[in-house]
C-alpha cells in the first residue's frame, strides 16, 4: 500500500510539475530541478518494513506447519 501511495504522489508532483512548465510559471532548468527532487525523493527508501502482527508463528504456537 505504501509503494501504491508514494507512486501516486510521485506522479501528481510529476503532473504538477509539468503543468506549471507549460504555463510558463518554472523555467527549462527549475522544472528538471523540481522532477529530479521529486524522482530521488520517491527512490529513498524510508526504512526497514514494519513486521505484521498476524502472521503465523509456530514457534509461539508450538504446532509443526501442515504440509
Same mark, same amino acid.
Given at each position: 500500500? %505504501?509503494?501504491l501511495v508514494r507512486i501516486v504522489l510521485w506522479m501528481a508532483w510529476s503532473l504538477a510539475i509539468g503543468w506549471l512548465w507549460r504555463e510558463g510559471s518554472l523555467g527549462v532548468?527549475? %522544472?528538471?530541478a523540481a522532477f529530479g527532487l521529486g524522482t530521488a525523493l520517491? %527512490?529513498?527508501r524510508a526504512g526497514p518494513g514494519r513486521r505484521?502482527?498476524?502472521?503465523?508463528r509456530y514457534v509461539e504456537m508450538a504446532k509443526q506447519p501442515v504440509a
Open positions: 500500500m %505504501a509503494t532548468m527549475s %522544472a528538471l520517491a %527512490a529513498w505484521r502482527r498476524n502472521e503465523l
